[in-house]
């Protein structure tokens, strides 16, 4: 069946960087699109970037991580990043990956932005 695990989080200050990893297995890679998503105590899920199947040829972002975070995959490894500096306070949140055309959510990985 469809995994995903994913990796990374921790603890950083504010100007810092993470990289996020997204494990998947049980369907071939390679063929889909994938997202990150997040969510902060107490507010909605919400998008955080796309990239296309075929090794990262489209990228998209949402306003608020644009220019800071950047998505990328390796699909010989079966795995998508998302790399992430400039780190805000407000990026503070629990971070998902999934299949664009939909997944059940997975454990996530916490993200915590503070001095």
């Known amino acids: 069946q469809v995994q995903l695990v994913e990796s990374g989080g921790g603890l950083a200050q504010p100007g810092g960087s993470l990289r996020l990893s997204c494990a998947a297995s049980?369907?071939?890679?390679?063929?889909?699109?994938m997202d990150w998503y997040r969510q902060a105590p107490g507010r909605e899920r919400e998008f955080v970037a796309r990239i296309s199947n075929d090794g990262g040829g489209i990228t998209t972002y949402a306003d608020s991580v644009r220019g800071r975070f950047t998505i990328s995959r390796d699909n010989a490894k079966n795995t998508m990043y998302l790399q992430m500096s400039s780190l805000k306070p407000e990026d503070t949140a629990r971070y998902y990956c999934r299949r664009t055309q939909g997944d059940p959510w997975g454990q996530g990985t916490q993200v915590t932005v503070s001095s």
């Open positions: 049980g369907f071939t890679f390679s063929m889909y699109y």
